[in-house]
T-cell receptor
Framework: DQQVKQNSPSLSVQEGRISILNCDYT??????FLWYKKYPAEGPTFLIS?????DKNEDGRFTVFLNKSAKHLSLHIVPSQPGDSAVYFC??????????FGAGTILRVKS | DAGVIQSPRHEVTEMGQEVTLRCKPI?????LFWYRQTMMRGLELLIY????????DSGMPEDRFSAKMPNASFSTLKIQPSEPRDSAVYFC????????????FGPGTRLTVL
């Protein structure tokens, strides 16, 4: 049973536009959420995180939004750049426990 | 620091053979994780260690998989015997804490079982 779901396997966006990656979760005990980014032939690297006490966290071009009532979070990238093309993993944890990852979304930013 | 080091980067083997994947975590990190990435299931946690002790191996698919951490600077993931469905990219990661953003991943080992 997948507790963290990324229902869009891929997303294609034009350079300069907004990229929105979505993630849904089923475990209401999750209280910490992260996004990781992965380039080909490399391991995932941490991108941005958010605690359940917040509904938004921003870091430069990257913003994560959390909607606890809908058990949904999203990652916004504005403006999108070709270097943002990668696989994006959503992850969550509950009360200091291990991370649970989603299946990933492939983002392609076209120039 | 060189980061998390994994070897080999690529492994091609035949069904039934034993496969051993190796990992050197970042010095000083107390946690070590083994993950598997497949197209169907994404990034799955197989097992993690805290101070060289296995804490949670609930993600290990079956008895053919085993992992050890004999010391703070080395861990292995062994598959014996290997099967074609084990083909995937296996990542090792290490961190100071269990669930925070400080989980650092190695480059992965791409395993192909023919």
């Amino acid at each position: 049973d997948q507790q963290v779901k990324q229902n869009s396997p891929s997303l294609s966006v034009q350079e300069g536009r907004i990229s929105i990656l979505n993630c849904d979760y089923t475990n209401s005990m999750f209280d910490y959420f992260l996004w990781y980014k992965k380039y080909p032939a490399e391991g995932p690297t941490f991108l941005i995180s958010i605690s359940s006490i917040k509904d938004k966290n921003e870091d430069g071009r990257f913003t994560v939004f959390l909607n606890k009532s809908a058990k949904h979070l999203s990652l916004h990238i504005v403006p999108s750049q070709p270097g943002d093309s990668a696989v994006y993993f959503c992850a969550a944890s509950a009360y200091g426990n291990k991370l649970v990852f989603g299946a990933g979304t492939i983002l392609r930013v076209k120039s | 620091d060189a980061g998390v080091i994994q070897s080999p980067r690529h492994e091609v083997t035949e069904m039934g053979q034993e496969v051993t994947l190796r990992c050197k975590p970042i010095s000083g990190h107390d946690y070590l994780f083994w993950y598997r990435q497949t197209m169907m299931r994404g990034l799955e946690l197989l097992i993690y260690f805290n101070n060289n002790v296995p804490i949670d191996d609930s993600g290990m698919p079956e008895d053919r998989f085993s992992a050890k951490m004999p010391n703070a600077s080395f861990s292995t993931l062994k598959i014996q015997p290997s099967e074609p469905r084990d083909s995937a990219v296996y990542f090792c990661a290490s961190s100071l804490a269990l669930n925070t953003d400080t989980q650092y991943f190695g480059p992965g080992t791409r395993l192909t079982v023919l």
